[in-house]
């Protein structure tokens, strides 16, 4: 009941909407044109006095009250169960005509739910990365396999997901939807710092105490960790000073899972690193922690079949020897990409094409966001947005035109000024010409028809509008009411809006470009007036997103560059980084080109998250390259890739298996967020196990004495102090 629920203003709409909704052919000609309550019929034909005869579509409006807090809440209770109601009446009425429908809501709604609906596969993204941290590091025997330790790591990156949701709620961090995707990045990010402790852990090998083999690892582990994390969060704060408020709040979210996921994979999956070489060091079984013989001395007892295969068990002798075939084919292989020099030049021409590639798509990005992507194909609100672009033009949105001071109407020298202002605007290619809504000129045509001349005092002018707007003989005057601001005391005009239509535009480009033109064209008036429209608030992204993006990923390469300094032990290895990073980030832009994605204020965020995504590969390789004990740049890189390509590789396999549960989402959040992670961490991988570590043996920085304060000695230890050239 509207009188009760939203107090809409229903006008005649209610009987038009009763005499079309199951006779599509009737007769309409007692409806005039333009009719108030619709934006417009397409394509309608007229007869001589102006009434409609035909049309192929009709857009109904109503506007529900807004005036107070009670008022509000009122209508959007109104708006929940039109929607709950309006379907099902369309079904029982069997309708002969096609009707869609929306409400003020519908984009929140449909929005949230979209994304809500797809929020359910995190629970699988974290089985599947369970299970492939499991198979990876499943090999060895009973006693020597990490396959069950992996999980804690898993555990330790999603315990940092529930304190980020947790404590940004109590803090006050409104939630929005592209928040739902971070889980899926620090799933990801907290897997690569675990595969990095392990096959330090690994590496390291047998020591003489845990204390010193746990010391050991994390010494190996630490730095890389830690740059990766120091770049992520980074990135992330980079990103919460940008002006857009979601950007900010994801950027929010997601940088205290970060900080609390590099905390917790330290002390929480250390912690269970420390039990896991307890139990190896006292060679006790995976599953039942009882102690168990090796399998050679179990079978010179003479022990049962079932025995030696289920029981037997012992420490690894020696880093490879517990390898999966998913660790031991990487190390065969990965150091064959710098030993020819054939193939470095193959490979350094195959990313410059790539790289051309990348300038060309980057060129002719195009930015914006269709609103049509923001909703599951299937939802009542991406069928009335194509309906209605397809009979009623793709925006064309209203633009009000509010004086905010008082006014002096009456006067002529005044009136001149809004006819000016007017007149600039339609003379201009950003309105339709045809289409402009004063209530000052419907208010002088009530005069001239009622044979009165304008008043020229304020009282005389006030009463007459006021007689004006609760004239009863012409529904269309009752509307002006909502744009006529009077004083409390009812004696003067504190405030008034009037109405210019925007033009049709095709791009988002064109879209801002309009709303600039006419924000400039008012600003240009003397009257205190400015412009305003719903749908700026879109076309805002349009013509800031490009300088905001830009501006954020500078700064992140740069703070990156300031953090590899200080981590990585050669300036010039720094260079190599950033210059890989650059290429990434290039070829990311132009990658979405070719996979049609735009930049919006949506990829804005998931291109500010991969900042931090793709200098893990490329700073895990520049550091082992600069740390390795070897003396020529090929045996350093082989060396370097030896050690770090196998964690670089799981970890951006396990993120491309954290979000390909998203490749059938609805939401254009999470179908966004799956194909830039999904190019992120392949260039990333590219780039790093392949562009930088040719790169690095070719022109990467020698060395003259070994640089003892960061190269291992075979079992991890640190000796000595020397320098470095190159």
């Not at 979210?253 to 060091?281: D, E, K, W």
């Not at 800031?544 to 740069?558: F, H, P, R, W, Y």
């Not at 020529?632 to 390509?645: D, P």
């Not at 690095?696 to 020698?702: A, E, H, W, Y």
Request: charged share 15%.
């Amino acid at each position: 009941d509207a009188s009760t629920l939203g107090k809409a203003t229903w006008v005649n709409n209610v009987t038009l909407w009763s005499q079309l909704v199951n006779a599509p052919n009737k007769n309409i000609s007692k409806v005039a044109w333009p009719p108030h309550g619709w934006e417009h019929s397409a394509d309608p034909t007229l007869n001589s006095t102006g009434f409609i005869l035909s049309a192929q579509a009709i857009r109904l409006r109503w506007n529900l009250r807004q005036g107070n807090e009670n008022e509000i809440r009122l209508s959007k209770a109104f708006e929940v169960q039109f929607l709950d109601k309006i379907q099902k009446f369309l079904d029982a009425e069997n309708t002969q005509s096609r009707v869609v429908y929306a409400v003020s809501q519908s984009m929140d709604f449909e929005s949230d739910g979209g994304t809500s609906g797809d929020i359910f596969s995190f629970s699988m993204t974290i089985t599947i990365m369970c299970t492939y941290a499991s198979f990876v590091n499943g090999g060895g025997n009973w006693v020597s396999t990490k396959g069950p330790l992996t999980n804690a790591g898993v555990i330790a990156a999603a315990l940092s997901i529930g304190f980020s949701f947790g404590f940004c709620s109590l803090i006050g961090v409104p939630y929005v939807s592209i928040v739902g995707v971070m889980p899926y990045l620090i799933a990801g990010l907290g897997v690569d710092d675990m595969f990095l402790i392990l096959s330090a852990w690994k590496d390291v090998g047998m020591q003489d105490s845990i204390e010193r083999h746990i010391g050991l690892t994390f010494k190996r582990a630490a730095t890389g960790i830690t740059i990766t994390s120091l770049t992520d969060l980074i990135a992330f704060l980079v990103g919460a000073t940008t002006p857009f408020p979601s950007v900010r709040y994801f950027c929010i979210y997601t940088g205290i899972a970060v900080i609390v996921c590099y905390l917790n994979q330290i002390f929480f999956f250390g912690a269970c690193l420390v039990l896991h070489s307890r139990r190896v060091y006292a060679n006790r079984h995976m599953f039942t922690c009882q102690v168990v013989e090796p399998k050679d001395k179990m079978i010179e007892d003479g022990q049962p079949l079932c025995r030696i295969i289920w029981c037997n068990g012992s420490a690894p002798e020696t880093p490879e020897a517990d390898d999966s075939l998913c660790e031991a084919l990487p190390r065969r292989f990965l150091p064959y990409i710098v030993k020819h020099t054939v193939v470095k030049i193959l490979i350094i021409i195959a990313f410059l094409g790539l790289l051309s590639a990348g300038i060309y798509g980057t060129a002719n990005l195009q930015e914006g966001l269709e609103i049509t992507n923001i909703y599951a194909h299937d939802s009542y609100m991406a069928t009335h947005t194509i309906v209605s672009e397809q009979y009623f033009g793709r925006g064309g949105a209203m633009v009000q035109l509010v004086f905010d001071q008082p006014i002096s109407y009456w006067e002529a020298e005044e009136r001149s000024k809004i006819n000016q202002l007017f007149t600039s605007l339609l003379n201009s290619s950003f309105v339709m010409k045809d289409v402009r809504v004063s209530w000052l000129e419907y208010f002088e045509d009530y005069l001239q028809k009622n044979g009165e001349i304008m008043p020229i005092t304020n009282n005389e002018f006030i009463s007459s509008l006021k007689k004006f707007i609760t004239w009863s003989d012409n529904v269309t005057q009752t509307t002006f009411a909502a744009d006529v601001k009077f004083s409390e005391d009812a004696t003067s005009i504190v405030a008034s809006r009037m109405y210019v239509r925007a033009d049709n535009f095709k791009t988002s480009t064109e879209e801002g470009d309009m709303m600039l033109g006419i924000r400039d064209l008012v600003k240009s008036s003397t009257l205190p007036v400015f412009s305003y429209s719903a749908a700026f608030i879109y076309y805002e992204q349009y013509v800031s997103v490009l300088k905001s993006t830009l501006q954020t990923v500078g700064i992140a390469l740069l703070a990156m560059f300031i953090v590899g300094l200080i981590m990585i032990p050669h300036p010039a290895s720094i260079l190599f980084v950033v210059v890989a990073m650059a290429m990434i980030v290039t070829n990311l832009f132009g990658m979405m080109y070719f996979w049609d994605l735009t930049l919006n204020s949506v990829t804005m965020i998931e291109i500010v998250l991969s900042i931090g995504f793709t200098v893990d590969a490329c700073a895990h390789v520049a550091h082992a390259f600069m740390t390795s004990g070897a003396t020529t740049r090929n045996e350093r890189m082989s060396q370097g890739l030896t050690r770090v390509g196998v964690p670089v590789i799981n970890a951006a396999v396990t993120s491309i298996l954290g979000v390909i549960m998203l490749v059938n989402a609805k939401s254009y959040v999470f179908k966004s967020f799956f194909k830039l992670m999904l190019l992120v961490n392949c260039l990333g991988l590219a780039h790093g196990l392949i562009f930088l570590p040719v790169t690095l043996s070719l022109i990467g920085p020698s060395i003259k004495k070994s640089w003892s304060s960061s190269v291992e000695n075979e079992d991890g230890s640190v000796t000595g102090s020397n320098t470095t050239s190159g």
